[in-house]
């Protein structure tokens, strides 16, 4: 049996323990406040993202249920794939179970393995590199650029060598990755781009959408997602081989020829019909969810930005960032830690998160970038959370939340 890692945050330098967080606060909403309306925003939990099912979800499940097509056969599958594709500015769209191995497939189907290297950010989620490492391939990581907190492109250039075979942008938090200067290199170097479009459903970048500014992208439908199918994932591309076979690899590699004839190594990857249902009916309300994340984004910046020592997320002038998760930094103007903020947040029943803790200090990964920093990674890591941002989150509620960020500092600047 394995065991796990046995890396805890001691063995990390000593300026680099303290930027790992301490545990989730405790969600709790005091019983001595007694709400004086039922509908008392005050007295109720806030979570942290929630998905929005107001559309044809239950319709189209049913006809799956009532037509007797569940699995991945169905009919919901083909127009799913050519909907989001089609939201993506991309020819195809080929759905599987879930983002991590949408990732996988893409690399997969590229033939990377032991020997190659994949560049990708140190600030990210642990998915994108894990996929890279199912394939035995190399990740080589670069820091993020602090104005967007999305990978460097400037210092990317550096990590470039003769092995390098694809780069993972990641469009962290729903803010497109300076894509134009990237693609240049990538393209001198003949570098495969596939976008880890994970967080950025619906986002743009000089016009274009996520999904289509590399040569595929990687999405996920998981329930905190800007749109969901409980678990999923898809690969767009324009590239009809990228498209070809990952959709064999999907489903076993099985070949056209003859049944139970395997050419390829593939995987069981499939989407059910009853969760590209559900996909169907989000994409179509996806131009909705990206506007109300935009004006709760705006609302709370607007409001936020009263605050000393709160930095709201950013958005470049060239992109439109979805602000998958409403994310704020947490500096010492503030007269708070972050964890600090995060406990005071959750005793009034606002759930937030912390930021990625970067993959050069996890556990799994302690010893292959031993001794490598990347300071603004580390500096999001330490300083940044996420507040309450489901796209059906009111403006009552993002009220409150700012309300009880600013008796936060208030109370520490008495
Ligand atoms: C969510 C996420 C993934 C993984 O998606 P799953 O559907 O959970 O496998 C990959 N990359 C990023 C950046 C993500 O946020």
């Not at 749109?227 to 959709?247: D, P, V």
């Not at 131009?287 to 950013?314: C, D, H, M, W």
Request: charged residues 20%; negative net charge; glycine residues 8%.
């Amino acid at each position: 049996m394995i065991k796990p890692s046995p890396i805890t945050p001691n063995d990390l330098d000593d300026d680099i323990q303290k930027i790992i967080p301490g545990k989730d606060p405790e969600l709790s909403i005091s019983l001595t406040r007694i709400p004086v309306l039922e509908t008392d925003i005050t007295s109720k939990i806030v979570p942290v993202c929630e998905p929005t099912l107001g559309g044809n979800e239950k319709k189209y499940v049913n006809d799956c249920l009532d037509s007797n097509w569940i699995s991945s056969a169905g009919k919901y599958i083909p127009v799913f794939e050519e909907k989001f594709a089609a939201e993506c500015g991309c020819k195809y769209g080929v759905a599987c179970c879930n983002g991590t191995v949408a990732l996988h497939l893409a690399l997969a189907a590229l033939g990377i393995g032991p020997g190659d290297e994949v560049i990708l950010p140190a600030f990210t989620m642990i998915a994108t590199i894990n996929a890279v490492t199912y394939t035995g391939a190399t990740p080589i990581l670069v820091d993020s650029e602090p104005c967007t907190w999305n990978i460097d492109v400037d210092q990317l250039a550096d990590k470039v060598t003769p092995r390098t075979k694809v780069i993972i942008p990641v469009h962290t938090y729903g803010h497109p990755v300076d894509m134009d200067p990237l693609m240049e290199i990538a393209e001198k170097n003949g570098i495969f781009v596939l976008e880890d479009a994970a967080e950025a459903h619906g986002a743009e970048y000089k016009g274009r959408r996520t999904g289509s500014l590399g040569h595929a992208g990687a999405f996920s439908f998981y329930a905190n997602k800007i749109i969901t199918t409980g678990e999923g994932g898809m690969i767009t591309t324009n590239n009809t081989e990228m498209a070809e076979l990952t959709r064999n690899l999907r489903d076993h590699a099985f070949s056209t020829e003859r049944h139970f004839w395997h050419k390829f190594m593939g995987f069981n990857y499939r989407m059910t019909n009853l969760q590209a249902a559900v996909g169907l009916a989000q994409t179509e309300q996806l131009p909705g969810f990206v506007e109300s994340r935009r004006k709760n984004a705006a609302l709370y910046s607007q409001l936020l930005q009263e605050i000393p020592g709160i930095v709201t997320p950013p958005e470049a002038g060239n992109v439109k960032n979805v602000y998958w998760m409403y994310s704020i930094l947490v500096e010492d103007a503030f007269g708070m830690t972050r964890d600090e903020l995060r406990g005071f947040l959750a005793k009034r029943g606002i759930e937030t998160r912390t930021f990625f803790i970067p993959m050069h200090l996890q556990p799994i990964y302690h010893d292959m970038f031993k001794g490598q920093r990347y300071p603004v990674s580390e500096m999001l890591c330490e300083r940044g959370f996420y507040l309450p941002s489901a796209s059906s989150l009111t403006s009552e509620q993002i009220h409150h939340v700012v309300n009880v960020v600013q008796q936060a500092y208030n109370e520490t600047h008495r």
